[in-house]
């Protein structure tokens, strides 16, 4: 394999997306610290099961969109199959692979915690990421898309995280789990902006096409605001309960770098303009998932 196809492989697993994999883990990791319930080894297993799930779900949707000709004419990242650099065959299978690492990770996490219900919500994971695009009927065609991503990169990702940990679920954990899941939208989101136009022409009918171009844009804003705003309302717990991580609201700074992508999309650009606010967002979600997570860890000594 040459370094001109390693990269094209490393592109289309679209890295700019993969941020959505680790927030969730980190900022339910940090919280399982902040309760004295850390366990390094389920920490860093969940990590590797959001990756190899976002990276299966972004093969998987290359391979069926491509397959489909839904890809043909694209202005963001690049696909492997609808721009004829690596065959069908191929994307499948990596895809398959990635989902078979999960899997692997998934069962090393369960054995781990005990907690048996992982698996058969590992399986739906992974028929959920392969029918987003896959099969005659795919989900993602019908605007559904979102409602998916905060389930598994919000909820599942953060709650999973730190029940396994801690055996319990509390507010906090519950707020961080609906942030994560409003960047992750967000991510989407801006992806169907971009695409709008030409998924309404192959009848690919994302959220972006049924909402439209201005209802969509709002959408995107107010899904970063809920991203960051929830570490901003843990911290305003604490002055009815002094036992939430209050330094938590840490995560609020990360508006400082969501404006610029936020102000960019409600002026309306377009096309390779969305891939530079896609960067953007990406970096507001690590930026939001690292000061969360230091806030909480800060917070475990102020309060002890």
Not at 75 to 100: D, E, H, N, T
Not at 107 to 114: C, E, G
Not at 279 to 297: D, E, H, N, R, Y
Request: hydrophobic fraction near 50%; aromatic fraction near 12%; include cysteine.
């Amino acid at each position: 394999m040459t370094l001109t196809s390693m990269n094209h492989w490393y592109l289309g697993a679209r890295p700019k997306t993969l941020p959505a994999a680790f927030a969730p883990v980190l900022v339910a990791s940090s919280l399982a610290f902040f309760d004295d319930a850390l366990d390094i080894t389920l920490s860093v297993l969940a990590g590797f099961i959001a990756l190899s799930l976002q990276i299966g779900v972004n093969y998987a949707n290359d391979y069926s969109d491509g397959i489909k000709g839904t890809d043909d004419e694209r202005v963001g990242p690049i696909r492997l199959v609808g721009s004829r650099l690596a065959s069908a065959g191929s994307v499948k299978r990596a895809a398959v692979v990635s989902f078979l690492l999960a899997a692997l990770f998934g069962l090393l996490f369960t054995l781990i915690s005990q907690v048996w219900f992982f698996i058969p919500l590992g399986l739906f994971a992974i028929l959920s990421a392969w029918y987003y695009t896959g099969g005659n009927n795919p989900y993602g065609y019908k605007g559904l898309g979102e409602i998916s991503v905060f389930f598994w990169f919000g909820l599942v990702a953060v709650l999973g995280t730190y029940y396994a940990q801690t055996s319990t679920i509390t507010i906090p954990a519950v707020l961080l789990a609906l942030g994560s899941g409003g960047f992750a939208c967000a991510l989407l989101v801006i992806n169907n902006l971009r695409d709008r136009a030409q998924d309404e022409k192959v009848g690919k009918r994302t959220l972006a096409v049924r909402l439209g171009d201005r209802n969509t844009r709002f959408l995107y804003v107010a899904l970063v605001w809920l991203g960051f705003g929830t570490s901003a309302v843990i911290g305003l717990l604490y002055l009815v309960d002094t036992s939430v991580p209050v330094l938590a609201a840490l995560g609020f700074l990360a508006s400082l770098l969501a404006h610029k992508p936020g102000r960019s999309v409600l002026k309306g650009v377009t096309g390779k303009d969305l891939i530079l606010c896609l960067q953007q967002t990406s970096q507001a979600q690590l930026f939001w998932a690292f000061t969360t997570s230091l806030g909480i860890v800060a917070s475990q000594y102020l309060l002890s």
